[in-house]
């Protein structure tokens, strides 16, 4: 059976995990967080990290930081999952679900102006795929109308949005960022998350929040002689057992993308030589790096999307549809505005991702294509 998504180690998890226990601090925000949140801050220059159980965690963070309360409007993709809406969703917003762009699920930036109220406070971005949205385009119209923008970097690690003279980490862009560990993303613990803090005012408050709304933080670095409960929070950080187990895999950041790269690169050329099911291949837009996150494949319709699935199930291979918009979603279709999202929809009909994950052979993925292209319908 080749299964969809399968979690892996990469050598010094365990060492790691055991080290944390023998001395003598496995609860939170001890030697392995600050490992880890120091590698990204170190290697992508973002200004302010904090590991979380969850990205859905580090999402709910944001709503906090960004005070959204009852009546605020929040603009996203309804391409997405369930948690970028719910952590907003929680502190009373309202959301303003996008439609995505016609060649790409991500949301189309020059759709967003038009949804812009008086109520707007911010703007969540996806990078699905790991895929950059046009970040340029987006930064612009929320300075243009004072509005925050949050990255949902869940997919996006270690992944660029290009400019004319350089590049830029997703992640690094928005005034605060969510990436996820999960284990079905690139780099994983299990359960995991990050909130990145990229502007220097939500700094201190970020940290207050993560440590259960106290200045923890702070007496622990003795800024203030004492500590006591400053704020709303929640405890948000994850135990020191799992910062362990994913600093033994961002050690080997580099070696894993070469590996998803390599087996993203085999789906894309065999597809291009044989596509006997006219199947669209996906498209990185231009003003982004490519961080093999996920393979997928655009179908005609929801009918063949069906029969692919059937006959790589028949040969012991899964493959997975994604998500159902959120706008037609039992919770949220009554408050929804009624607009029609026709290209999101396409992708919930249309859209399935084939197997990846690092120990998936390109033998497998010879496999996996000619299995696809024999299907019948
Ligand atoms: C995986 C994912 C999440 C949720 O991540 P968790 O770490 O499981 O909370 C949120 N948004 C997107 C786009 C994701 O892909």
Redesign the pocket.
Known sequence: MIPFNKPFLTGKETDYIKDAVESGKISGNGKYTQRCQEYFEQRYGFRKCLLTT????A?EMAAILLDIKEGDEVIMPAY??V??ANAFVLRGARIVFADSSKEHPNLDASNIEQLITPNTKVIVV?H?AGDACDMKAIMELAEKHHLFVVE?A??SIDNFFITHHDRKPLGGIGHLA?F???E??NIISG???MLVVNDERFVLRAEIIWEKGTNRSQFFRGEVDKYGWVDIGSSFLPSEVIAAFLFAQLENLDEIQQKRKLLWNTYNELFSKENKMELLLPKTPVYSTNNAHMFYVVCKNVTQRSNIIAHLKSHHMLSVFHYISLHTSPFYKDKHDGRNLPHTDRFTDCLLRLPMYYDLQVDDIHRIVSTVNTTHG
């Open positions: 969850s990205c859905t965690d999402l997405t999952f948690s970028t996806v699905y949902d869940a997919q969510a996820s560990f999960h079905t993303k359960e995991g998350g």
